[in-house]
């Protein structure tokens, strides 16, 4: 009967694919901590950027992108976590917001992880121009820093467009271990996941941020390390500078020694976030692999188990990624912390 098929695939779900009571309440609670630390911790941030800023003590470029970052960090842990502990954690099926809320929530999913991907991408690139080329620098245009976060936002909200068309509410038991189920017509089991019409989307998605995470990654390293070649080299008693008619002339150091000491501490930033960058985004990664390396009628039960299980664990180390930015920013800058730490107590208006 109806019903019956209703009871017997309503326990195959549960007893194959869905998280226990315990699970879902260890996973509540970590995610809890998570939104609460990341969002107070990323409008502090903006908080103390905007004192900074008010002081004339900090770049425009620096403040253009930081802020950006902590937007980005707060979009993807306001929008993420709540909806993932609702809508996937607790309630997976039906999936409550309908196919249009489902294609918004990865919609800014991906665009949230693109402008974070490129925001690290631009700073590390503009540094590593300030640091190595300097006068190039400062041939250029001093709004080039707002046009450029402009551009980071505007090139993910094009990378994210793929996610309307790949992503959408479908039946989780159409098209693989049906028969392990027991049922010739299952009840269908309604969720947000990828539409398989559209797998060769989807695929090229999967696989495009993937490459472009492991591109960013090394051009980001190469940045740094050509960034610190270049501050050992202006450890000596003098700095080289080339004149337009191809003269050099020496600079004494202490014209430049506090520059210095900026751009090592926005090198050491760099390194921090994309060490975080490297090693929570990671797991992530692998997960998002694991939905394209093999299709969905090659699905088995115990693959899907494997991925409902190991997603609350990758995204974990993804919202983390984003929670314990402003603690980097802390331990790269004195003045910082210090004003971090006055903002959260509430001692700067």
């Known amino acids: 009967t109806t019903e019956g098929s209703q009871r017997s695939t309503s326990r195959f779900w549960h007893e194959s694919v869905e998280l226990s009571f315990r699970g879902k309440a260890a996973v509540s609670a970590v995610y809890g901590v998570l939104f609460v ?125 793929p996610t309307l068309f790949a992503i959408g509410v479908e039946d989780a038991l159409l098209l693989f271990w049906v028969e392990q189920s027991g049922e010739s017509d299952p009840t269908p089991i309604l969720i947000c996941t990828n539409v398989s019409d559209q797998s060769f989307m989807f695929e090229v998605m999967v696989y495009t941020s993937f490459s472009l995470y492991i591109l960013v990654l090394l051009l980001v390293a190469f940045t740094c390390r050509q960034m610190c070649g270049k501050l050992l080299k202006d450890k000596s008693n003098s700095l080289r500078v080339k004149s337009k008619d191809g003269s050099i002339h020496r600079l004494p150091k202490f014209t430049y020694s506090e520059g210095g000491s900026t751009r090592k501490q926005n090198i050491i930033m760099l390194g921090c976030l994309v060490g975080a960058l490297a090693i929570f985004w990671v797991p992530f990664q692998c997960r998002r692999l694991m939905t394209v390396l093999r299709s969905k009628t090659q699905w088995t039960k115990e693959y899907y188990q494997s991925y409902i299980t190991l997603q609350p664990i990758t995204n974990s180390f993804y919202y983390l990624s984003f929670t314990v930015n402003p603690l980097l920013y802390n331990v790269t800058s004195k003045q910082f912390r210090r004003l971090f730490r006055q903002v959260l107590k509430g001692r700067c208006r």
């Open 37 to 161: 630390v990341g969002v107070l911790g990323n409008v502090a941030v903006i908080r103390v950027i905007q004192i900074l800023r008010g002081k004339n003590q900090i770049q425009e470029i620096v403040n253009s992108h930081m802020v950006s970052m902590a937007c980005s960090n707060l979009l993807i842990l306001m929008v993420g976590i709540p909806t993932e502990l609702y809508s996937i954690i607790w309630c997976p099926s039906p999936w409550p917001t309908g196919n249009l809320g489902c294609k918004g929530f990865y919609f800014v999913w991906e665009v949230s992880s693109y402008a974070t991907i490129y925001n690290i991408l631009t700073f590390s690139c503009e540094r590593y121009l300030a640091t190595c080329h300097p006068l190039q620098v400062k041939a250029m245009p001093s709004s080039r820093s707002k046009k450029l976060v402009a551009l980071v936002w505007l090139v993910a909200i094009i990378s994210g467009l």
